[in-house]
């Protein structure tokens, strides 16, 4: 079987933890039942030589597969990484959603993407990026008692992504490690309501009002003094016309919302500034993982 599982971008400023969306970048897997385990790792990792040892996709499709099938069959797993790891695009996400999803394929056992989502939420506790790679589009999710609730909306053609990716990593575990434990009253009414105004503003289509709503006061500024140059990242964006301009997830990626007929310009922009980053217009994804072949 051949799964393909997409990036995400997280929090989408105000939304810490809860908002996110799917991009159309995208990890494959290819697994075959074999005589012997095996791996092999194109694209993004392959120079290390430590994912072939000891690979979070390839545990954590074991341990669905065999509660599922009782038993653990030797396969054959074929990466093609094409996220970027620790850059803040969901690269954790798309290895868990991938590897559950496809150990219930290959033990023949039909689930739902529910199914999948709250099997997921067991290995990454915030459910931002994993709604998104489940159901692709915009995706807003709660999590009580265990069990995520998602609502998703599908987003169009008219709109793209240019997104800037740093050439060093931010690793969510220690990104975390740098937000406060609690926040004063005052920060929690900003992000909770412009958080709502953001959801509202893409369940509606009233793109001209994500600017305002998709500022933060809990997270990026926190972040970004890390990578200093993000500031002038989101400067240069909103200039030349993006819809909205977060902190992708925990870092270091940043995430342009534009309008497609405004994404070169947006891009060219962002190149002439940060030449030593990558700048890459993207679709967005509307249809989660998929196996494209059984
Ligand atoms: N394709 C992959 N194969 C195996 N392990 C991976 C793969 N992609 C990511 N990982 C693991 O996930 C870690 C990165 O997770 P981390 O949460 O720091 O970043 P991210 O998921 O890319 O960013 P964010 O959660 O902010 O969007 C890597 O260090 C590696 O251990
Ligand atoms: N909501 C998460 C996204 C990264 O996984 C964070 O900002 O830490």
């Known amino acids: 079987m051949k799964i393909k599982i997409p990036a995400t971008s997280a929090n989408l400023g105000p939304g810490f933890d809860c908002l996110g969306l799917a991009i159309a970048l995208y990890n494959e897997v290819c697994i ?4 012997y385990q095996s791996i092999s790792v194109k694209g993004e990792g392959e ?8 690979n979070i996709f390839v545990s954590i499709f074991y341990d669905i597969y065999q509660e599922l099938a009782g038993k653990k069959d030797p396969f054959r797993f074929e990466f093609f990484n094409a996220i970027p790891f620790s850059r803040g695009l ?16 290959m033990a023949g056992v039909k689930a739902s993407r529910e199914t999948i989502l709250n099997k997921a939420i067991l290995y990454e506790t915030h459910p931002d990026n ?12 709660v999590v009580e008692s265990g069990r995520v609730k998602t609502l998703k909306k599908v987003l169009g053609e008219k709109l793209k992504v240019v997104m800037v990716i740093p050439d060093r990593p931010m690793s969510t575990a220690h990104s975390r490690t740098l937000l406060p434990k609690s926040y004063p009253m005052k920060n929690v009414v900003y992000n909770l309501s412009r958080a709502s105004l953001l959801t509202a503003a893409f369940f509606s289509e009233n793109w001209e009002f994500l600017r305002v709503a998709s500022k933060d006061c809990m997270h990026e500024h926190r972040r970004m003094k890390q990578m200093k140059e993000l500031f002038e990242v989101r400067e240069i964006a909103l200039r030349s016309g993006a819809l909205m301009s977060t902190l992708s997830g925990s870092g270091s990626s ?5 309008k497609a007929e405004d994404a070169p310009k947006v891009a060219i922009a962002l190149k002439n500034a940060f030449g030593m980053f990558r ?16």
């Open 32 to 35: 075959k039942p074999s005589s």
């Open 130 to 141: 994993i709604a998104p790679a489940v159901f692709g589009g915009f995706t807003s999710s």
């Open 47 to 54: 120079e290390n030589a430590k994912l072939k040892k000891n």
């Open 279 to 294: 700048v890459e217009i993207f679709e967005l994804d509307n249809n989660g993982f998929e196996i494209v072949k059984s």
């Open 90 to 105: 969901g690269s954790s996400s798309a290895v868990i959603v991938g590897a559950i999803a496809s150990a219930y394929e």
């Open 254 to 258: 940043f995430f342009n919302l534009v």
